[in-house]
């Protein structure tokens, strides 16, 4: 990098012809009303969808189309309609095989990953650039690819629509980046504790154990999230493999029926939506800082 | 430029290299590195290795068909390469597919797909670098800034299309605040519009993210001399910011450009992949998913096909652009 840098430098110094003489330097509070206008475009860019969502999801049915800015004719019906099963929604039980599904995902996803990150990161072997790409190539399959092969065999053996078909491909993309973001958080620990630990007469799973563990934690933890919140996210693959005993929550939103065929029940989809996204904003806006390294962790490079 | 992020990120590159004395490579070490490694290759070899090999033995056989004497299904047997000439050549037993079937549309669903792709991603690229531009500044309220461009990020991509879906109602509040009155998914355009604009909307805070990392790791000294020098902004961004936040905006290009190209939630809850009852809005993974109806073997072609054109697209990436995944584990 620092070469880079100097040359970038260098050439800027180099041509005389591009040089401008210092022009008269934008005024301070323009420069800051610049900004700030940046700053809101963005912060609107980001809740205004959202905050128009729960607006929604407060509204009452009969003012779905009230363009009034804020909340208006505010009700819980729509959550009620939301968990109610009368028109054939099961929505609370879409909320829960979505915790089970993503959760299984997750738990496998770490237990076998943490232990392919440890070595990527630390351990100098044969083959490590393999095992890297075959990870970068893994990460990159296009999920509905594993569909077709997968809707027959599970069709076959009897396990369509059970939790193991959805779990499943999850961790073919789950896997990778947990493996991803853990190795790039190994990378940049104090390994130099696990060499005094094993100075002190600890062997290499007890440094491992008692000194690496406890200080991965808080990387461990940023890969688990991610994991769980791209599997809570997942509707490819459970649109095709899912039943309605197993169907997850972006399946059940997708196909919410309502009072009426082909009226969409708008107020009641946008408090539906609500239910599934309010956790996850909870989650992120709890641990922002950690899923912004984790998720520029593999990206960026110096 | 105090936060706490940018320290992480600081702290990330100037860690020193661990231990480059490592570098001869001990048999010992091979044979414990692979044991960690051994779970997570059994795990990928069932969830994606098998898939992967069935589908393509799948893709070389015919599909079972009802003999018209017997009306009884008739096992294809192998097919050679007449499932994938269904698609490229559009060959329906010989003869051209007649129009309305998956296979006629294959070459419009990947102009259509490659056409989301390209325009999404090149919105997201200007867009995000604005958006990192201004997030790499000094100002109040970064915490906020911050959490608003996780939300999109955060949201069920399902949730998303339902949200899109419900702002381009007729009645819906786009329409509303353009005083427009669009019926956003009749028309073929409008409809790609608006998925359009719900994935840059979803997506280009990720791509603003990857950027401000990389934009993070430029020292203000850098910037200061080549000021002192006379450089000029737009100088500075161009010989300066652009040359190396390079590498940065290439892996974040690679990576959404392989997520548009597998496109399948949003325009499948939006539209259903076409706008009225057309496929203007098919992309290659709802053709895939149509086509399984149709056929396992077929539809194990298509996808074959679709994951082909995305490791091409990869391959270019890492091969013409230089996108370097694994930098970090080389130098070590």
């Excluded at chain 1, 054939?88 to 232990?115: D, E, Q, Y």
């Excluded at chain 1, 290499?204 to 809570?232: D, E, K, N, S, Y």
Aim: a negative charge; hydrophobic letters at 50%; one cysteine or more.
């Amino acid at each position: 990098m620092a070469t880079s840098t100097d040359t970038a430098t260098t050439d800027t110094r180099g041509s005389e012809s591009d040089r401008k003489p210092p022009g008269k330097p934008t005024a301070p509070w323009l420069k800051t009303l610049r900004t700030y206008t940046g700053v809101a475009i963005i912060v609107i860019w980001g809740l205004g969808p959202f905050y128009w969502m729960g607006v929604t999801a407060f509204r009452d049915l009969q003012f779905t189309f009230d363009t009034t800015p804020w909340p208006t004719h505010v009700t819980w019906d729509n959550f009620e309609t939301v968990f109610s099963t009368a028109r054939g929604n099961h929505f609370g039980r879409a909320l829960v095989n979505s915790v089970i599904i993503s959760g299984l995902t997750t738990i496998v996803s770490m237990v076998v990953g943490v232990f392919t990150a440890y070595a990527l990161a630390r351990l100098e072997f044969r083959g490590k650039f393999i095992i890297l790409g075959f990870v970068l190539a893994a990460s990159m399959f296009p999920g509905v690819a594993l569909i077709t092969p997968l809707f027959e065999l599970f069709t076959n053996i009897g396990w369509f629509g059970t939790y193991q078909a959805l779990v499943i491909p999850d961790i073919s993309f789950a896997l990778p980046l947990t493996i991803y973001v853990l190795t790039a958080f190994f990378r940049d620990m104090p390994w130099e504790l696990e060499e005094a630990a094993k100075i002190d007469g600890a062997s290499p799973g007890q440094a491992f154990r008692l000194v690496i563990l406890p200080l991965a934690a808080p990387g461990i933890f940023t890969a688990a999230i991610l994991a769980f919140i791209t599997a809570w996210n997942e509707f490819t693959i459970a649109s095709q493999l899912s039943s309605d005993e197993t169907q997850p929550v972006t399946v059940a939103i997708a196909s919410f029926a309502g009072a009426q065929p082909h009226v969409e029940p708008y107020t009641a989809v946008m408090a539906a939506g609500f239910v599934v996204t309010v956790p996850l904003i909870v989650m992120v806006l709890a641990f922002q800082r950690r899923i912004v390294a984790g998720l520029t962790a593999g990206g960026v490079k110096g | 430029m105090s936060t706490e992020t940018t320290d992480a990120i600081a702290s990330t590159e100037e860690t020193p290299p661990a231990e480059p004395e490592r570098a001869s490579i001990d048999p010992h070490q091979t044979r414990r590195a692979w044991l960690l490694i051994a779970p997570t290759l059994v795990t990928l070899a069932v969830v994606i290795g098998y898939p992967v090999v069935r589908a393509i033995w799948m893709s070389f056989q015919s599909d079972e068909t009802i003999d018209p004497q017997t009306g009884l299904f008739v096992e294809g047997g192998f097919a050679g390469l007449e499932n994938y000439a269904h698609w490229i050549l559009q060959q329906c037993g010989g003869q051209a597919c007649p129009p309305g079937t998956n296979a006629a549309s294959f070459w419009d669903t990947v102009f259509i797909t490659l056409g989301f792709t390209v325009v999404t991603v090149a919105i997201e690229l200007v867009l995000g670098f604005w958006f990192a531009i201004i997030m790499n500044g000094t100002f109040r309220g970064r915490g906020l800034v911050r959490a608003a461009v996780l939300i999109p990020w955060a949201i069920p991509t399902a949730v998303t299309a339902k949200l899109w879906y419900f702002i381009f109602a007729f009645d819906g509040i786009a329409n509303s605040l353009m005083g427009t009155s669009i019926v956003w998914f009749s028309d073929k355009w409008a409809a790609r519009a608006a998925i359009v604009i719900s994935d840059v909307w979803k997506t280009t805070p990720f791509m603003a993210l990857l950027i401000l990392a990389g934009l993070q790791l430029i020292g203000q000294d850098v910037h200061e001399a080549a000021k002192v020098d006379g450089a000029s902004a737009w100088q500075r961004f161009w010989h300066i910011t652009l040359p190396l936040v390079k590498p940065a905006v290439v892996v974040a290009l690679l990576f959404r450009t392989l997520d548009v190209l597998r496109i399948f939630d949003l325009p499948y809850i939006m539209t259903g992949g076409g706008a009225g009852d057309g496929n203007d809005t098919t992309t290659l993974s709802i053709l895939v998913v149509n086509e399984i109806r149709s056929g396992f073997n077929s539809a194990a072609a298509l996808s074959t096909l679709t994951f082909l054109l995305i490791f091409a697209v990869a391959f270019v990436f890492i091969k013409v652009l230089g996108a370097d995944l694994s930098q970090d584990v080389k130098e070590r």
